[in-house]
């Protein structure tokens, strides 16, 4: 085990530009954003990018530094860096994590080796490149119940929220355009992402009966999955309790979500009873904690 203030990044060599492919990846007002996410109060000595992200980890706790690692990845997927096929750096970078055990996705999301949801303890000795301490007492991964409260709020002020964008706009720019499903499912998750920093957008579920469906956003640490749905001519409120009853049914054999989150976007105005059908289809089945929201859509001014 690395001791104190002497710990390198996996492998060696200090954060190796080569490895994280820091030195023309995201700013250093990036970087400083991403350490005060992951709660790191940055001492400011000057030095490139590549320094600065070698000093935060060095001086982390063991879950210090793994947030500044889902908070580094972050930026780069951000940065597009996991976009590019085969990329050696990646490769290099997903081979160092599994030396500690965690596995690095081709998307840059990582999965730590720890069930935090059995409140396990993992052994330092298995993190040696992430831990600050030389003692040998293991780390506790802390879990705590998702706010789920607030992620329901925000889902449901959501079209509020985008009313600006879609009205008139200041110094004459174009309305950002809502018109289906897909430009819903790109503004939850920017919804999302401000709330938590690991989304993953169509996650594929594990097949059931023969068949998978697709995750529309998957909240993995937090064990949630979010589903998008709008309304249009035909597809009113029947056709809509009808596919959230299938999602309800095929989520409760899902090995890793335990919360289904369902926002109905009624972009066609044919909810009578929005109340009622968030009642009856908001419960516990299963082992499966299912909210649904349904919101309206406000009208805009006239052009």
């Given at each position: 085990m690395c001791p104190p203030r002497q710990r390198p990044w996996p492998g060696g060599g200090g954060c190796p530009r080569e490895v994280l492919g820091w030195g023309a990846g995201p700013s250093h007002s990036s970087l400083a954003s991403a350490f005060a996410l992951a709660g790191y109060d940055e001492v400011a000595?000057?030095?490139?990018?590549?320094?600065?992200?070698?000093?935060?980890?060095?001086?982390?706790?063991?879950?210090?530094?793994?947030?500044?690692?889902?908070?580094?990845?972050?930026?780069?997927r951000t940065d597009r860096t996991f976009r590019r096929e085969n990329d050696p750096a990646v490769r290099r970078l997903q081979s160092e994590l599994q030396r500690i055990g965690a596995t690095l996705s081709d998307e840059g999301f990582i999965d730590w080796?720890?069930?935090?949801?059995?409140?396990?303890e993992l052994p330092v000795s298995t993190l040696p490149t992430l831990s600050a301490s030389g003692g040998s007492t293991g780390i506790t991964i802390e879990t705590s119940e998702p706010n789920l409260a607030?992620?329901?709020?925000?889902?449901?002020?959501l079209p509020s929220a985008l009313r600006p964008?879609?009205?008139?706009?200041?110094?004459?720019?174009?309305?950002?355009?809502?018109?289906?499903?897909?430009?819903?499912?790109?503004?939850?998750?920017?919804?999302?992402?401000?709330?938590?920093?690991?989304?993953?957008?169509e996650e594929r579920s594990p097949s059931s009966a023969g068949s998978s469906s697709v995750i529309d956003f998957l909240l993995r640490k937090e064990r949630i999955a979010v589903e998008v749905k709008v309304t249009k001519p035909g597809r009113a409120e029947k056709k809509i309790k009808q596919e959230v009853l299938v999602?309800?049914?095929d989520y409760k054999q899902h090995p890793t979500v335990d919360t289904l989150?369902?926002?109905?976007?009624?972009?066609?105005?044919?909810?009578?009873?929005?109340?009622g059908f968030e009642s009856d289809l908001t419960s516990c089945n299963e082992n499966l904690d299912v909210r649904v929201v349904v919101a309206g859509w406000p009208s805009l001014p006239e052009a």
């Open positions: 000595d000057g030095g490139g990018k590549e320094h600065r992200v070698f000093q935060a980890l060095r001086n982390a706790d063991d879950d210090l530094a793994m947030r500044l690692v889902e908070e580094l990845l972050e930026l780069l080796p720890i069930s935090s949801q059995e409140g396990n607030l992620l329901v709020s925000s889902l449901r002020r964008l879609r009205a008139r706009r200041r110094r004459g720019r174009d309305r950002v355009q809502m018109n289906d499903e897909y430009d819903l499912q790109d503004a939850v998750e920017t919804a999302l992402r401000l709330l938590v920093s690991d989304v993953r957008p999602d309800i049914h989150v369902i926002a109905v976007y009624d972009l066609a105005s044919t909810f009578n009873n929005p109340v």
